[in-house]
C-alpha cells in the first residue's frame, strides 16, 4: 500500500514556541492531505484539509492563524502550530489518499506534541 | 452534517469468542464506508471497505462487516477472534466531498 510518513513522531517544546510537524507521501502524489487531531480516548477530529497549491480548508472551530498549513507540492504538507500552548497538547496525524476514486485513506505514523 | 456512532468504547473477549462491533452513521445521500485498525505502536490502517455492490464485505484478517442502508449501520464482525486482534478501531464515513469522518473508536482486548 502507498506509505506516508511524519516527522517528528514526538517533540516538547516550550510554551510559546512553534512547532512544525512534515507529513510526506513517499510512493505517490497526494493533491490533497488532511490533518486530524487525537485526544486521549477520543476519536480523530478532522481538522482542516490540506490543497496542494493553494489554501487549506479548515473545519469549524480550528483556528486557521494558530495551526497554519502549507502543500508546497505533492508530496508534501506541514502543519505549523504557533505559539503553543499546553492545551495545544496532542497527537496529531495526517493522511492522504492514493488516488480520488479509491476513497481509502493513508495514515501517516501521527505526532506527539507536548507543550510544557 | 455527517457523523459516525460507535456503541462500544471498550470491549474484552477471550479468543475464541466472536466479535460484532455496531457502527452507525448519518448522512442522506450516497457513503463510502470504512473500518480501520490500529494496532499497538503502528499506524492505522485499513481493515475493510464498502462502496457499492454486495452489501456484505469481507476484509483482512477474517473480518466483514455489513452494510444496512434501512439503518445506516455498517457492523463489524469477527466469528473468532484471537488476542493478535487486540486493537482500536475506528468507523469512518465519506459522504460526498473529500472530508472522511471517524467514529470515537472502540478498544478491543482479547484475553489468551
Known amino acids: 500500500g502507498a506509505v506516508v510518513s511524519q516527522h517528528p513522531s514526538w517533540v516538547i517544546c516550550k510554551s510559546g514556541t512553534s512547532v512544525k510537524i512534515e507529513c510526506r507521501s513517499l510512493d505517490f502524489q497526494a493533491t490533497t492531505m488532511f490533518w486530524y487531531r487525537q485526544f486521549p480516548k477520543q476519536s480523530l477530529m478532522l481538522m482542516a484539509t490540506s490543497n496542494e497549491g493553494s489554501k487549506a480548508t479548515y473545519e469549524q472551530g480550528v483556528e486557521k492563524d494558530k495551526f497554519l498549513i502549507n502543500h508546497a507540492s505533492l508530496t508534501l504538507s506541514t502543519l505549523t502550530v504557533t505559539s503553543a500552548h499546553p492545551e495545544d497538547s496532542s497527537f496529531y496525524i495526517c493522511?492522504?489518499?492514493?488516488?480520488?476514486?479509491?476513497?481509502?485513506?493513508?495514515f501517516g505514523e501521527g505526532s506527539r506534541l507536548t507543550v510544557l | 452534517a455527517q457523523s459516525v456512532s460507535q456503541h462500544n468504547h471498550h470491549v474484552i473477549l477471550s479468543e475464541a469468542a466472536s466479535l460484532e462491533l455496531g457502527c452507525n452513521y448519518s448522512?442522506?445521500?450516497?457513503?463510502?464506508l470504512f473500518w480501520y485498525v490500529q494496532y499497538p505502536g503502528q499506524h492505522l490502517q485499513l481493515l475493510l471497505k464498502?462502496?457499492?455492490?454486495?452489501?456484505l464485505v469481507k476484509g483482512i484478517k477474517g473480518f466483514e462487516a455489513e452494510f444496512i442502508k434501512s439503518k445506516f449501520s455498517f457492523n463489524l464482525r469477527k466469528p473468532s477472534v484471537q488476542w493478535s486482534d487486540t486493537a482500536e478501531y475506528f468507523c469512518a464515513v465519506k459522504g460526498g466531498g473529500f472530508k472522511t469522518i471517524f467514529g470515537a473508536g472502540t478498544r478491543l482486548f482479547v484475553k489468551a
Open positions: 448522512y442522506g445521500g450516497t457513503v463510502n
Open positions: 493522511s492522504a489518499r492514493a488516488g480520488e476514486n479509491t476513497g481509502e485513506l493513508f
Open positions: 464498502y462502496f457499492s455492490g454486495d452489501p
